[in-house]
């Protein structure tokens, strides 16, 4: 069973820092590429950042960029979030989903979430 | 960026009635299109990939269709089950981008 589980967030003051975590297990984490995706209260999805396989690939929002890192360790089966000069809008129940094998730019799989909240 | 666009923003049926659901792209995006069901306080569950494949373990009573820049979903006969939050993603290019939205609401 694949299976996706989130940690790290908390509460963050406006330009601090987070790390989140994903464990992921079920499935060869290695053969996936890997995204961030994040929901405001009571908002909609935002697609936040891709990792490819192996690493060589990166992509952020816009909104995002030059603040997050995204990476992953395939030996420990673990993606990771860096969020940096965190900001209000940054508020978000944060998703890591997984890339479908067949197009992967079709989520197939999705963690439980984990909540950043980001006030002084 | 590619906008995706969907309506209605909500939506409020019965048990047993057919319920469709629209998704437009700014721009073509062939069949690129993904939908997603999330129910409150749960994470997204991905339902329908290239416009109309059926993700397995999915009900038929699920469908989507489209091409190009506009896209459906129906539900044939709603269930119980069925009562959540829908939402469209174009899987044609980075950076990915969803949809507002469609909540299904009991009548």
């Known amino acids: 069973e694949v299976q996706l589980v989130e940690s790290g967030g908390g509460l963050a003051q406006p330009g601090g820092s987070l790390r989140l975590s994903c464990a992921a297990s079920?499935?060869?984490?290695?053969?996936?590429?890997m995204n961030w995706v994040r929901q405001a209260p009571g908002k909609g999805l935002e697609w936040v950042s891709y990792i490819s396989h192996s690493s060589e690939n990166t992509i952020y929002a816009d909104s995002v960029k030059g603040r997050f890192t995204i990476s992953r360790d395939n030996a420990k089966n673990s993606l990771y979030l860096q969020m940096n000069t965190l900001r209000a809008e940054d508020t978000a129940v944060y998703y890591c989903?997984?890339?479908?094998?067949?197009?992967?730019?079709?989520?197939?799989?999705w963690g439980q979430g984990t909540l950043v909240t980001v006030s002084s | 960026d590619i906008q995706m666009t969907q309506s209605p923003s909500s939506v409020s049926a019965s048990v047993g009635d057919r319920v469709t659901i629209t998704c437009r792209a700014s721009?073509?995006?062939?069949?690129?299109l993904a939908w997603y069901q999330q129910k409150p306080g749960k994470a997204p569950k991905f339902l329908i990939y290239?416009?109309?494949t059926l993700q397995s373990g999915v009900p038929s009573r699920f469908s989507g269709s489209g091409s190009g820049t506009d896209f459906t979903l129906t539900i044939s006969s709603l269930q119980p089950e069925d009562f959540a939050t829908y939402y469209c993603q174009q899987a044609n290019s980075f950076p990915l981008t969803f949809g507002g939205g469609t909540k299904v609401e009991i009548k």
């Open positions: 721009q073509g995006i062939s069949s690129w």
């Open positions: 079920g499935f060869t984490f290695s053969s996936y590429t």
């Open positions: 989903a997984r890339g479908a094998a067949e197009r992967w730019e079709v989520l197939d799989y």
């Open positions: 290239a416009a109309s």
